[in-house]
């Protein structure tokens, strides 16, 4: 009888662990908002009335409004900070009954806390973190569920540089049977690629939940890039013990791969089965991944695909100016396709995990990423910063980070901390390196480890060990001491982590066959950094192109070292100067101070009479002819040191007018500049024809403030005002002004340089977008976009 009861007892248990494949769902709309820390928010009753309905992802701090007396300082861009909450109901229906269930949150700015039904299931500090709780136990089924969040970054200073609030990325709600997929446990690798051929080596981390033991092996099947079958294989069977995680292994071959590699994003997709012994499928996964070759040679820098390449990179925040943090994915896409077109070929996240897609759309466009954990370790930057935190949760995060991102092509180096001030304490620093080092590289044993070191001369890092114990040496600035840290022991892999974008910070990296490559500070204006600038700014400076992605004469110059297609522009050199007389003074901040000499890409002097102007033309052409109202003021090489070719031209209103010849003296690029007159109109200009109702789908308007012959007006600051008709709605409007404090949402806005960018969304899925600008004393201008499904 007991051997019967217990035969019985084994056969029910088995029966009721639930086979169920793992769906993912979309768990972005039907939130509502409050600000405050509102008691009982985490209930299911909830308390009070009037929250706010909104849709995911949410940025509640970039509705403003600025404010010079913010607790985030100009660090924080003089957003506002605090607790909200966000709640929502759902209900499952009875059919998930057994299944087990995962709330996915990609970003919760910040300390984080979840709770379902009254349950709290989990808590992150860190507002970068990607997180992943299950719900299971809480859930109730064919009724109402609620689940509550809670966000504080009520604690400011904090982080750097403008970090945003609330509920800031897409949330998924992930539902599995009880063998799964151990959290982002798929990992794909190419580890040989020959001529003809590559290996795919598929590992996934399997956790039985199941009642009993079970035998499973990978089934695979790729997919090309161009969307035909590329190849299946499968694996050898292995026991899933109970309760644990176990990583089952398959390996086949792509035979003549299509390559993933710099502007040519070409992705396969794995779809992976498990399978038990009896056929079952107990799980299904999905991941992308690019087969390519990379390489750091202490010698010769980045290697991709047996190519030797500098990597032409820049920092940027994960901010999307109007936008916050939560960024549209348009937004991303039309920043990186400007700077791909200035020539940059490499991102660093700086300095912290971007959104999951960021990295997607980096691997469709074919462009390099150094990954970026960590702003901080344990010693502070901010009195309010994840140094409260490191200790304790720094493991967590990295082993998160790096099993999340691991699958990207873009993903060619992992970054373990930015400008770390530990590092004064070696034996600390050290001990940290190694602890990040060793999660980094069992995680992922494809990649090399850097961090953007911090004055490593003054910390003794190239003495101690420490830069050492990194896979490729990171320093940031200081170009030549990097350098010379090679030259002191070749053995070391170098790469410029953070860089200036003065041509003394360029040449000791392009003439260095060593230096991998350089990351400038920085591709794009970001919100925050404004402290030492002080109020009114807003936003820092620094970019190659503003917040609007106007490109600066800065980017210009840098495509003239950079771009691999024809370059040519025209700029006059000036002594542009700030007037701080209106400017409120501030205890303890630097005040804006006269700016040196600059360049502007114009033909509009304040001065219209007769004077000399300082002419520069930035190129990479050959030779250039400059014409000042037809007539031509002679032809000049291209400097060897890519310096801008000068000329001193008397002005004259009206045309001026560069060609550029390559050394077989065909004219390859030409640039052109025309004075402008009054203010007389303005002209917009679609990005786009159509848009779909969607959170990343976004119509971008350029205004621009013109002449009565069309030319836009350099000087124009007028106030302009947009509306938007139809089945559309305004979503932003900006001008790129770092001291411009109006919030992003207002329908008014002066003009910056004469432009502006309106920014809308569709409303429906049919129907015409009516978006016109009008202002003072100037014609209006309309344009029509079409909504789409």
């Known amino acids: 009888m007991r051997t019967v009861y217990a035969a019985i007892t084994a056969a029910f248990l088995f029966a009721s662990s639930v086979s169920a494949q793992t769906t993912t769902q979309n768990f972005d709309s039907g939130w509502v908002f409050a600000k405050g820390d509102v008691e009982g928010a985490e209930t299911i009753a909830g308390a009070g009335s009037g929250w706010e309905k909104v849709s995911l992802p949410h940025d509640w701090a970039i509705a403003g409004p600025f404010d010079q007396y913010a607790p985030s300082t100009g660090s924080g861009g003089w957003l506002p900070t605090g607790v909200v909450w966000y709640r929502k109901p759902f209900t499952l229906p009875d059919t998930d009954k057994g299944k087990r269930v995962f709330i996915e949150f990609d970003g919760i700015m910040e300390r984080g806390g979840v709770w379902i039904n009254g349950h709290h299931v989990g808590h992150r500090p860190n507002g970068y973190s990607s997180v992943r709780y299950e719900i299971t136990p809480h859930l109730k089924y064919g009724q109402e569920n609620v689940i509550a969040v809670r966000a504080d970054t009520s604690a400011q200073p904090a ?23 151990d959290g982002w446990g798929t990992y794909v690798t190419t580890p ?23 035998t499973a092996h990978l089934e695979i099947s790729l997919t090309g890039p161009d969307g035909k079958p590329a190849g299946t294989f499968k694996g050898a069977p292995q026991t899933l013990p109970v309760g644990r995680s176990l990583k089952l292994n398959a390996e086949g071959a792509i035979i003549n791969p299509k390559l993933w590699d710099i502007g040519q994003g070409h992705l396969y997709r794995a779809d992976i089965k498990v399978i038990s012994d009896s056929g079952e499928v107990l799980e299904t996964d999905t991941q992308s991944f690019g087969v390519r070759q990379i390489e750091f040679r202490a010698d010769t820098g980045f290697w991709i695909n047996g190519k030797n390449v500098k990597l ?58 150094m990954n970026e954990a960590f702003d901080m370790w344990t010693v502070a930057k901010s009195p309010n910063d994840y140094h409260l935190f490191f200790t304790d949760w720094s493991s967590l995060d990295a082993r998160d980070f790096v099993k999340r991102d691991r699958n990207h092509p873009s993903v060619v180096i992992w970054s373990i901390g930015n400008e770390i001030h530990d590092t004064p304490y070696p034996v600390v ?13 069992t995680e992922d044993p494809s990649r090399p480890v850097t961090m953007a070191l911090f004055r490593p001369n003054t910390t003794k890092d190239y003495e101690n060990g420490l830069a050492d114990m990194l896979d490729v040496v990171g320093q940031n600035y200081r170009e030549n001491e990097l350098a010379k840290a090679h030259a002191d022991k070749p053995t070391r892999k170098i790469i410029g982590t953070e860089n200036g974008k003065n041509r003394a910070n360029w040449l000791p990296v392009r003439d260095n066959p060593a230096y991998a490559g350089m990351f400038l500070w920085t591709g794009a204006d970001y919100l925050g950094e404004a402290d030492r600038a002080g109020w009114p700014f807003i936003s820092n400076p620094s970019g190659l192109v503003d917040r609007t992605d106007v490109v600066k004469p800065i980017g210009w110059e840098r495509a003239s070292w950079w771009s691999e297609t024809p ?31 600059g360049v502007l890409n114009d033909w ?44 001193d031209v008397a002005y004259a209103a009206g045309t001026i007018r560069v060609a550029a010849f390559d050394g077989a003296g065909k004219k390859v690029a030409e640039d052109e500049l025309k004075t402008a007159g009054a203010p007389a109109a303005v002209r917009l200009i679609a990005e786009q024809t159509a848009i779909a109702p969607t959170f990343d789908d976004i119509g971008y308007i350029r205004a621009e403030v013109v002449d009565a012959r069309g030319v836009r007006v350099p000087n124009a600051s007028t106030q302009l005002t947009a509306a938007v008709d139809g089945a559309g709605a305004l979503a932003a409007f900006d001008n790129g ?23 809308v969304r569709a409303t429906e899925t049919t129907g015409k977008i009516k978006v016109t600008v009008s202002g003072d004393g100037l014609k209006p201008a309309t344009v029509t976009l079409n909504a789409r499904k």
């Open 159 to 181: 982080s750097r540089w403008y970090a945003g609030g609330g509920i800031y990325r897409h949330v998924k709600l992930i539902t599995s049977g009880d063998i799964h997929v």
């Open 192 to 214: 040989v690629i020959e001529a003809g051929r590559a290996t795919v080596k598929v590992e996934s981390a399997i956790i039985n939940h199941s009642k009993s033991e079970r």
């Open 312 to 369: 032409k990179g820049t920092a940027i925040h994960a901010d999307g100016g109007a936008f916050g943090m939560a960024v549209p994915l348009s937004f991303y896409e039309r920043r990186l396709r400007g700077l791909q077109a200035l020539g940059v070929n490499a991102i660093r996240t700086a300095h912290h995990p971007f959104s999951p897609e960021f990295l997607d759309l980096c691997d469709r466009l074919g462009i390099v990423v």
């Open 429 to 441: 620093a050290k001990s940290i390196v190694a602890r990040l080092k060793t999660i980094f590289n």
């Open 567 to 597: 370059v040519v522009k025209i700029g006059r050199r000036v002594t542009e100067v700030i007037d701080t007389s209106e400017l409120p003074t501030m205890v303890g901040v630097a005040m804006p101070q006269p700016k040196g000499p």
């Open 604 to 647: 509009t002097p304040s001065d219209s009479s007769a004077h000399t102007e300082k002419v520069e033309i930035v190129t990479n052409a050959a030779e250039v002819e400059l014409f000042l109202n037809g007539k031509s003021l002679g032809k000049k090489p291209r400097n060897a040191d890519d310096s801008a070719i000068k000329y």
């Open 737 to 759: 002004d770092p001291t411009d404090s109006t919030v992003f949402q207002s329908p008014t806005r002066k003009a910056w340089n004469g432009r502006a960018l309106v920014m």
